[in-house]
Each structure stands twice: as C-alpha cells, then as structure tokens.
C-alpha cells in the first residue's frame, strides 16, 4: 500500500467514526466539535501528532504549501469572516474533511462556491 493510500484509508476510517457529528463551537466530543478540535482528534488517533487545540495556533505549525501541491493529509486554511478562520484536512481529489457550521463533519469540495473564494492556505504537518 502506496503512503498516500494509507493516509487517505487512516483518514477515511477517521472520517466515518466522526461523520455527521454536529458542529459545536468549543466542542471536542461526539456530542459536538469545532473544526479545529476535530483536525486535532484525527491527527492524534490517526497519526499521534499533537497539534494546538485553535485554528489560530494550528495555522502556525508545519510548513506553507502551494494549493496545486496539495497532498493527503495536508491542513487546509479558509478565512470565513473578517477575522475568523476555519481548518480542514485534505483527503484528496480536491476534497476535505471539516466540521461544517451547518452540516456538522463532512467532506467539502475545495472548488465550492462557498469555499473557493474563501480558501487561504494550506499547511504539511506530515512529511
């Protein structure tokens, strides 16, 4: 098995174990998590990487990749308002997995309508 096929499968079985968990600001359970709660969970039981707990602090580790050099596993950055952020985890295809406002945990296509213009950059953590 390929690294990349082993990282999509460890996220993909990350993904069905939090799948359609509903969002919850400051939440960090199954009863409800926040986008960057759930990117720190996957990377811990996935990877056992401790990332920082917000969105602010998660955005400084690893290093900066362009969006065309995207691989799986990559944290992808978005900003969402005038000083709000949101973190997801790249799975490939030009897909991620992040806790949705509205939706809950779910994967999103980086070409949206919602989360094209707003995407802001991405993150290596693993190398």
Not at 80 to 99: L, S
Not at 115 to 124: E, G, L, S, V
Request: include cysteine; proline fraction near 2%; aromatic fraction near 14%.
């Amino acid at each position: 098995m390929s690294e990349d096929n082993l990282l999509f499968y460890l996220l993909r079985k990350e993904f069905s174990k939090w799948q359609g968990t509903p969002y919850r600001l400051g939440g960090n359970s199954k009863k409800g998590i926040d986008c960057s709660a759930l990117v720190q969970n996957i990377y811990r039981d996935s990877f056992n990487i401790t990332l920082p707990r917000t969105t602010e602090t998660q955005v400084e580790q690893g290093y900066l990749v362009y969006r065309n050099q995207l691989q799986i596993g990559d944290l992808v950055f978005f900003k969402t308002g005038w000083n709000t952020r949101h973190v997801g985890i790249y799975i490939g295809n030009e897909e991620f997995i992040h806790a949705s406002t509205s939706q809950g945990v779910i994967t999103s296509s980086l070409n949206n309508v919602y989360w094209k213009p707003r995407y802001w950059q991405a993150k290596r953590i693993l190398d």
